[in-house]
């Protein structure tokens, strides 16, 4: 297994903290390592639907992305990406106000597919959702839109 770069994680976690879709939700990637992630959301009024509590939506997305970025330090193919194929999540407690933190730990990594779990707690540590995914490694895959432009994915073991 190769080791993360420090600083790979350092500017891939400050450009997806400025990116689109997290940026609309306000959610920052706090932690991510080989094999886990976490990320954490304030709960704002635009997180939740007509009676105040968050949008099953947010749960969704939380367990979708921190289950991605879970597994992307196990994929040692610099030029492969991945997308999911499949999201299974089950609601287990509402959420009105506060903090929510959402934790990813791959189970199963192959070389086209990968199985990662993720929860999503309070800050008290509430189980609010849970969930999993299955995510298929995309290899040789070129993708559209502009180059990320960071650092080695991974740095030589000793």
Same mark, same amino acid.
């Given at each position: 297994?190769?080791?993360?770069?420090? %600083?790979?994680?350092?500017? /891939?976690?400050?450009? !997806?903290?400025?990116?689109? #879709?997290?940026?609309? *939700?306000?959610?920052?990637?706090?932690?991510?390592?080989?094999? #886990?992630?976490? !990320? $954490?959301?304030?709960? %704002?009024?635009?997180?939740?639907?007509?009676?105040?509590?968050?949008?099953?939506?947010?749960?969704?997305? *939380?367990?979708?992305?921190?289950?991605?970025? =879970?597994?992307?330090? $196990?994929? $040692?193919?610099?030029?492969?990406?991945?997308?999911?194929?499949?999201?299974?999540?089950? #609601?287990?407690?509402?959420?009105?106000?506060?903090?929510?933190?959402?934790?990813?730990?791959?189970? +199963?990594?192959?070389?086209? /597919?990968? #199985?990662?779990?993720?929860?999503?707690?309070?800050?008290?540590?509430?189980?609010? =959702?849970?969930?999993?995914?299955?995510?298929?490694?995309?290899?040789?895959?070129?993708?559209?839109?502009?180059?990320?432009?960071?650092?080695?994915?991974?740095? $030589?073991? +000793?």
């Amino acid at each position: 297994m190769k080791t993360p770069n420090p %600083e790979h994680i350092k500017k /891939l976690s400050s450009l !997806i903290n400025i990116s689109p #879709y997290p940026s609309l *939700l306000s959610m920052k990637l706090t932690d991510i390592g080989t094999g #886990y992630a976490r !990320i $954490e959301l304030d709960i %704002e009024k635009k997180h939740t639907q007509l009676r105040g509590v968050v949008h099953g939506g947010v749960f969704a997305t *939380l367990i979708d992305t921190v289950a991605f970025w =879970a597994a992307y330090y $196990e994929i $040692e193919d610099p030029d492969a990406w991945m997308a999911s194929v499949d999201l299974k999540l089950n #609601y287990l407690a509402p959420a009105v106000s506060g903090k929510l933190i959402a934790t990813g730990q791959r189970i +199963k990594m192959g070389r086209k /597919l990968c #199985y990662a779990d993720a929860k999503v707690t309070n800050a008290e540590g509430k189980l609010l =959702a849970h969930g999993s995914s299955t995510l298929m490694v995309l290899h040789e895959t070129k993708m559209s839109g502009k180059s990320l432009q960071l650092p080695p994915k991974f740095i $030589e073991s +000793k």
